[in-house]
């Protein structure tokens, strides 16, 4: 009886060939739909885990892989250089470091502007227009500007008024003295006063100081005041002459008659109308 040893090199081969009868076995019956023996059934099962296990781990390499490519798209001068796993990590490190402390950075700039803004704000309205002043000389100040303006506009008021007050004078003049009135003798002087000269009807546009401005308006309201004064002076003494010329018709048409020596009672009546002429020729004079 001989005895054929078989070297160890050789027993793994067996092996894997009765793994792979078996699995072929296994696969033929199921196709047959022949029911499997426990232990081919075994083998299937564990072949299953294995392709499901298989599977699971290419897929978690691939999401690793797909990181790896996503980081180092985000690193900076990296295009068209290879790297490692372990390099992009690193790298990518480095970055995210820098990121922080260009943020705290940034903060620290915020704070120090917020800060220059409300001691900006706080500060008073005389020493921000002092400082405009010292910026730039001759800048006009804002408060200044308004108040200008508002005393030209009562320059332009005041020269309104006193148009107006010139056509109520005109007016007055047109009404007190008809085109075709008759002169009645008279042995009373009359005064004659002059009219004030006509005010200019334009307006100067005041672009000087603050004083000059304030200087210009009370010009033109004594001005004013002058005008009103010789119209109330000048309807005054037109009043006065119209009474005068009145009186002065009275007495032309109660003129006494010439009387005769010889009747007594027209004597009577003649010294009666001397009487009352003296007495007008006494109420005419001033």
Same mark, same amino acid.
């Given at each position: 009886?001989?005895?054929?040893?078989?070297?160890?090199?050789?027993?793994?081969?067996?092996?894997?060939?009765?793994?792979?009868?078996?699995?072929?076995?296994?696969?033929?019956?199921?196709?047959?739909?022949?029911?499997?023996?426990?232990?081919?059934?075994?083998?299937?099962?564990?072949?299953?885990?294995?392709?499901?296990?298989?599977?699971?781990?290419?897929?978690?390499?691939?999401?690793?892989?797909?990181?790896?490519?996503?980081?180092?798209?985000?690193?900076?001068?990296?295009?068209?250089?290879?790297?490692?796993?372990?390099?992009?990590?690193?790298?990518?490190?480095?970055?995210?470091?820098?990121?922080?402390?260009?943020?705290?950075?940034?903060?620290?700039?915020?704070?120090?502007?917020?800060?220059?803004?409300?001691?900006?704000?706080?500060?008073?309205?005389?020493?921000?227009?002092?400082?405009?002043?010292?910026?730039?000389?001759?800048?006009?100040?804002?408060?200044?500007?308004?108040?200008?303006?508002? @005393? %030209? *506009?009562?320059? $332009?008021?005041?020269?309104?008024?006193?148009?107006? +007050?010139?056509?109520?004078?005109?007016?007055? /003049?047109?009404?007190?003295?008809?085109?075709?009135?008759?002169?009645?003798?008279?042995?009373?002087?009359?005064?004659?006063?002059?009219?004030?000269?006509?005010?200019?009807?334009?307006?100067?546009?005041?672009?000087?100081?603050?004083?000059?401005?304030?200087?210009?308006?009370?010009?033109?309201?004594?001005?004013?005041?002058?005008?009103?004064?010789?119209?109330?002076?000048?309807?005054?003494?037109?009043?006065?002459?119209?009474?005068?010329?009145? @009186? %002065? *018709?009275?007495? $032309?048409?109660?003129?006494?008659?010439?009387?005769? +020596?010889?009747?007594?009672?027209?004597?009577? /009546?003649?010294?009666?109308?001397?009487?009352?002429?003296?007495?007008?020729?006494?109420?005419?004079?001033?």
């Amino acid at each position: 009886m001989e005895y054929f040893m078989m070297p160890a090199q050789k027993v793994p081969s067996l092996q894997h060939f009765r793994k792979t009868e078996k699995e072929v076995i296994g696969g033929l019956c199921s196709l047959a739909n022949i029911p499997l023996t426990p232990e081919t059934q075994r083998d299937q099962e564990r072949r299953i885990r294995r392709e499901i296990a298989n599977s699971n781990e290419r897929r978690r390499m691939q999401s690793i892989n797909a990181g790896f490519q996503s980081l180092k798209t985000l690193i900076p001068h990296t295009d068209g250089e290879k790297l490692s796993k372990a390099a992009i990590l690193q790298q990518t490190a480095e970055y995210i470091f820098s990121l922080e402390q260009e943020k705290t950075r940034l903060l620290q700039q915020n704070t120090q502007l917020k800060r220059f803004i409300q001691e900006f704000n706080g500060s008073s309205p005389k020493r921000r227009r002092a400082e405009d002043k010292d910026e730039g000389i001759g800048s006009p100040d804002i408060w200044e500007e308004e108040k200008a303006d508002d @005393l %030209r *506009r009562e320059m $332009i008021e005041l020269r309104q008024q006193l148009d107006k +007050e010139r056509s109520v004078r005109m007016m007055l /003049e047109e009404q007190l003295l008809p085109p075709h009135l008759p002169l009645a003798p008279t042995h009373h002087p009359t005064v004659i006063v002059p009219a004030p000269p006509p005010p200019s009807h334009h307006v100067n546009v005041v672009t000087m100081g603050h004083s000059s401005v304030i200087s210009s308006v009370s010009t033109s309201r004594q001005n004013l005041d002058t005008i009103v004064q010789a119209i109330q002076h000048i309807e005054g003494t037109r009043e006065k002459q119209l009474q005068e010329e009145e @009186l %002065r *018709r009275a007495v $032309i048409v109660n003129a006494p008659r010439p009387c005769g +020596e010889s009747d007594t009672a027209s004597d009577t /009546e003649c010294d009666d109308s001397d009487a009352e002429q003296s007495k007008d020729d006494a109420m005419g004079d001033p």
